[in-house]
């Protein structure tokens, strides 16, 4: 079977969820491509074409046309509520709120043979539009199992990564943490993605590391070097689509996490086992004292490395070969 998979960009997404199921897929034997232009020879000869997140007037045009051929079974790929971003997250915000992009995201949905989505919440959003709507969880590579994470510096390192649409996750734990540094001194943080300066002005300057987005996902996950893994998350409508990718690569190099009590890193951390959840706020403040003991740690790492053993896309790809393949 020929699949190729129509990635938006360059970023996480494209590797969670077009360059992993691809590369898994042409191991069992499918011939895959994926690029953010479509070639004409695979627009010609594709079985399958899964467009992920197409709504510039440009791509719009060619998946309308390809929906009136019929010639391949066209697949929308999401894994976010494109419809319902928060005015924090500004340039998404900007772009998702044009009348023209959120029409052509639900009519682009509404003629696909069928929609991916990655969380049972986003499914139940698209199923509007579209009744053919499959659920492909994010995984990651085994791969990333046996890798040691990167040695941080002497002391205790928390770690937080994330884009810009993480602001006002990022602000939940901003107090507690700051509290902690300054209680702790041998404890460091270390902010990796997108840089909020209003964050990053609120911690003891002297040990708060920063490091910029990186050219990959595996030199992403090569560069962390956290002993904890901060995931917190705002209730919010668009945060409830959301997936737990951030605990699920924490728990895949084995750092425990300290996670809000809340939709997807609810549902994936076992409170108490492979992290911990905050319910409310001083528990942030706990938990971090919790995780002070290098036992506690070490045994929560262990025990997250064996769940993230079941989500690998190894261990997953005949979800994607069912749905894409049937």
Known sequence: MKIFFWSADSSGCRY??????????????HETHVADRMPDDWMNTADVIVGQRVCNPGPTWRWQQLAREGRCALVYEVDDDLLDIDPSNG???????????????????????????????????????????????????????????????????????????????????????????????????HIMGHVDDDFC????????????????VPDFHAAIDFDVALAPLRPSPFNRSKSAIRCLEAAALGIPVIASDFGPYAAFVQHGVTGLL??????????????????????????AR?????????????????????
């Open 16 to 29: 969670y969820r077009c360059d992993l199921p691809a590369a898994e897929l042409a191991r069992h034997g």
């Open 91 to 189: 340039p998404a915000w900007d772009f998702f709120t044009n009348p023209e992009i959120r029409a052509n995201v639900i009519r682009n949905i509404e003629v696909a043979d069928l929609v991916t989505v990655s969380t049972e919440p986003l499914a139940e959003l698209l199923s509007r539009w579209n009744r053919n709507v499959v659920i492909l969880p994010n995984c990651v590579p085994a791969s990333l199992l046996d890798a040691p994470h990167a040695d941080g510096p002497k002391g205790l390192t928390l770690g937080w990564s994330g884009g810009m649409s993480h602001k006002l996750d990022l602000a939940e734990a901003r107090d507690p943490v700051r509290q902690f540094l300054r209680r702790y001194p041998d404890a460091g943080l």
């Open 201 to 216: 002005r609120a911690m003891p300057k002297e040990r708060l590391h920063v490091t910029k987005w990186v050219d990959s």
């Open 278 to 303: 905050v319910s409310r706020p001083h528990e942030w403040g706990k938990h971090l004292r919790t995780l002070l003991d290098p036992f506690t740690r070490r045994e929560m790492g262990r025990q």
């Open 306 to 326: 064996e769940l993230a053993a079941d989500h690998t896309i190894e261990a997953n790809v005949e979800l994607w070969e069912k749905a894409l393949v049937g």
